[in-house]
């Protein structure tokens, strides 16, 4: 029986009770109708810890309370909520994630099956070994397995990958199916800024109300709703030309948005289905699809520029702009079936229309820095393009096209839909978009975050909010843990720096920063050697590589500016298989305690649960990415005086994952009982998931020093002096 999930991420305090879904049922079935859970037929329905069994609770009028305690909360579990729970919690914070609807992923989730696209513009900035452009991190980790565990492509089983991360991460307490409703916020005197205390979220089906009180907040609900209520600062609408001096901004200021949409979904049934509208639908003619093209290869998943705003608003009118929504995609879907110009359409039915509006704009909080156009790409016309700024507190990084939509949207046929302004390079979203102003410690993720909205047009897409809340998470953990109010973040450069070196550690990838964590004892390796490797005039994959801190390519075209990145492949390929990659240190190391690795998914592809078809064949959907190191040891070597042997420490097989982290000090501990040392560590590699030889971006080798989050940094009289490498050598 499946144990009901019940993570106890917080402090459960002045509460209670907590009942497992089911326990009801199962129990009623079992004839406990009294209650009563001492039947031994009972013993296999097991609570977990921190819970208890139900009281003699009376279910009388109003709302349970439950009241958390933790170190970060986010709000909201759409892609940028999601990632930011996670980061926080895998950085050592105790965590919260609240979120309205049942699912996790926003409109990545089977409520709404939009595919998550980001900085790759779908495999568009994609050059084998040259521009991969594609998301690293926790976005990563979850396609990367829902590739793997959905062959089939249902979307709710996209839902349910990333509900495993949440049953899987001890440190973070989900609850979902409630929405925030409202926040206790103190007004401090001297920092300009409310303090976020707590916020209420309230299931409703449950009757129960929880009050979350924590240090850090995230406010990653889409439309600000936390932010609204600390009085944060915001927007809605276009910023005028002059505001920001952006060249791609409206002559004037207003206050349209971009459009909500509805997508739906199409499958052929093998015979004639026919369609009838209900006369409140929409009527469309062709004329209307000038700018709005309906493309006969999709007409499984449609289409984004189903979109309404004007002359609504996309907060307040969210039901009425559901129901012109409605209307337009049974329009467009009876010119599709009956108006003759789509006989291919003649088996198809639809099978499944959004209910829910997928929005894309509304508030628009105002951060300690406004990122505008300026940031990215000043003067569209200006050859070569000038680099973007690469902000000293970079944490993420995106490469959308500055998507400017037409407000009006399918009320204005006449008129293209958007206006698509293509970025030349990647470019870096700093922390201080990710901090609210006047709120000393709520910070931001998502399209919501401290944006022009030019700049919006971009940020947006889900793939780079997934990014942008790794790093939000990121630094709420540490802020949190070091009891630093986010808003002080100009005063902590190294604490700054700490974040971005976490972030890279947990790979994430910041443009023109290496890894330089002072407790990698890889980056101290005497030599790197491998058994082969592929190297010649045009082409760099030396066994070096694993350590230069850069794990992929990005000097192609499309990638980052010539003056932000390393060149080359920054991986070690091997010629043939097996293969094997050996650290060697001069002073031996007594404390391996942890050996991190970072494997080849082909991020110059795309990859993304689509339910569109066209695009299938751009990706390798459905198994392990062929890139991948599939079956791999790590094996030691002690320090001179034992014997000569490899030793193995662990073997994997199956792997598909990118970033894979081994606690070994267990296995170091029988290895080396003595402390003898090892003077090399090498990973030997048997098999990929399909290429033939071994891709490998970068090994870390940690001592127990190493297993805690955010490293130090090093102060200028105690920054050891870095050996230079040997070159390389087979
Ligand atoms: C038609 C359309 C097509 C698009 N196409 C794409 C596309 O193909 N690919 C792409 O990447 N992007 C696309 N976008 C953009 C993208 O959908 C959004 O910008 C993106 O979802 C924003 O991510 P987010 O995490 O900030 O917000 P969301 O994904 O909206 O997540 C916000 C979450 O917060 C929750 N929430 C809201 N209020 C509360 C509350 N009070 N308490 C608790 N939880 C709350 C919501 O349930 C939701 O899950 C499209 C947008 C539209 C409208
Ligand atoms: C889709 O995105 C919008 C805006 O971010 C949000 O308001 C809405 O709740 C999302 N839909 C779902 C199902 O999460
Ligand atoms: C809000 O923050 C901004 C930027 O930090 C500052 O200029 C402004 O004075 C603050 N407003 C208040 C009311 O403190
Ligand atoms: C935008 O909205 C604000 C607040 O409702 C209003 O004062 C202003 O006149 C509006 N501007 C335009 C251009 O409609
Ligand atoms: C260099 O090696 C790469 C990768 O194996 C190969 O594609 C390329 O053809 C080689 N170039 C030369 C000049 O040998």
């Known amino acids: 029986m499946m144990r009901a999930s019940y993570r106890q991420g917080c402090a459960l305090s002045a509460f209670i009770v907590v009942i497992v879904c089911g326990l009801l049922g199962l129990s009623a079935a079992a004839g406990f109708a009294d209650g009563s859970y001492s039947s031994p037929e009972a013993t296999h329905l097991v609570l977990h810890e921190g819970e208890e069994a139900r009281p003699d609770d009376d279910v009388g009028a109003g709302l349970q309370d439950r009241v958390l305690e933790c170190d970060v909360v986010v709000v909201g579990g759409g892609s940028a909520g999601t990632s930011a729970a996670l980061a926080a919690a895998r950085s050592g914070a105790k965590t919260v994630l609240i979120q309205s609807r049942g ?20 495999g568009g900035r994609g050059h084998l070994m040259k521009t991969e452009a594609r998301e690293g991190g926790i976005v990563e980790e979850y396609t990367v397995r829902n590739s793997v565990e959905n062959p089939q492509r249902s979307v709710e089983l996209h839902d349910l990958t990333l509900y495993k991360l949440f049953r899987e991460e001890p440190n973070v307490q989900l609850i979902l199916n409630a929405p925030m409703v409202s926040a206790v916020k103190e007004w401090e005197e001297g920092s300009g800024g409310w303090v976020v205390k707590q916020v209420t979220a309230e299931n409703q089906e449950a009757q129960v109300r929880y009050i979350v009180k924590g240090k850090v907040f995230i406010d990653a609900t889409g439309d600000g709703r936390l932010g609204a209520e600390a009085h944060v600062p915001y927007i809605i609408g276009r910023e005028s030309r002059s505001h920001f001096g952006e060249s791609l901004a409206e002559a004037r200021s207003d206050n349209e948005t971009e459009g909500s949409s509805f997508a739906f979904t199409s499958r052929d049934y093998g015979r004639p289905m026919t369609f009838t509208a ?94 505008t156009q300026n940031d990215i790409l000043p003067d569209p016309k200006q050859k070569p393009p000038p680099a973007p700024m690469l902000f000293d507190d970079r944490v993420s990084y995106g490469g959308w096209n500055l998507d400017l939509h037409n407000p009006k949207g399918i009320f204005d046929t006449s008129r293209p839909a958007f206006a698509s302004h293509r970025l030349p390079y990647l470019y870096s979203t700093p922390l201080r978009s ?30 780079t909010a997934a990014a942008m809340g790794q790093a939000s998470g990121t630094g709420a953990a540490y802020f949190a843990l070091h009891g630093i109010p986010p808003a002080d973040v100009g005063g902590h450069p190294d604490g700054v720096w700490s974040i971005q070196q976490q972030l890279l550690r947990d790979d994430q990838y910041i443009i023109g920063m290496y890894n330089q964590d002072p407790r990698d004892h890889a980056l101290r390796a005497a030599a790197v050697k491998a058994s082969s490797f592929v190297a010649n005039e045009t082409f760099d994959g030396r066994p070096q590589l694993v350590v230069s801190g850069q794990t992929r390519a990005v000097h192609g075209y499309g990638g980052a500016a010539p003056s932000q990145r390393k060149e080359g492949v920054q991986r070690w390929v091997s010629e043939a298989l097996p293969a094997w990659i050996a650290l060697e240190w001069t002073t031996p190391i007594t404390d391996i305690a942890q050996v991190e690795l970072v494997f080849d998914t082909g991020m110059h592809r795309t990859l993304m649960l689509s339910m569109m078809l066209r695009d299938q064949h751009k990706m390798v959907w459905g198994r392990p990415q062929p890139e991948t190191v599939r079956d791999y040891s790590i094996e030691a070597r002690l320090a001179a005086g034992a014997d000569d042997q490899w030793r193995q420490v662990i073997t994997v097989q199956g792997n598909f994952q990118r970033k894979r982290r081994h606690n070994v000090a267990r296995q170091m501990a029988q290895i080396d009982p003595q402390k003898v040392g090892v003077e090399s560590l090498r990973l030997v590699v048997s098999a990929t998931n399909g290429i033939p030889h071994a891709h490998v971006f970068e090994i870390r080798v940690y001592g127990k020093d190493g297993l805690t989050p955010f490293p130090a940094k090093p102060q200028p009289q105690q920054q050891r002096p870095r050996r230079e490498t040997k070159l390389w050598m087979r």
């Open 434 to 463: 990710l901090i609210a102003q006047n709120a000393t410690n709520l910070m931001l993720a998502g399209r919501l975050a401290s944006f022009s909205h030019v700049v919006f047009g971009s940020q947006r897409v889900m793939k």
């Open 278 to 371: 209900p006369e409140w639908a929409m009527k469309f003619t062709s004329s209307d699809f000038k700018y709005r093209p309906i493309h006969s290869d999709i007409l499984d998943y449609g289409y984004w520029w189903i979109e309404v705003a004007w002359p609504y608003s996309t907060i307040r009118d969210n039901e009425a702009i559901r129901d012109r929504l409605l209307e337009a995609v049974l329009g467009i879907w009876d010119y599709i079936k009956n108006s003759g110009n789509f006989p291919e359409a003649e088996n198809l039915a639809l099978d499944w229309i959004e209910w829910w509006p997928c929005k894309r704009e509304g508030r628009r909080f105002r951060g300690l820095y406004i990122m």
């Open 103 to 122: 699912v996790l992923g926003g409109n990545a989730s089977s409520e709404s099956k939009l595919h998550m696209v980001g900085a790759d513009k779908e």
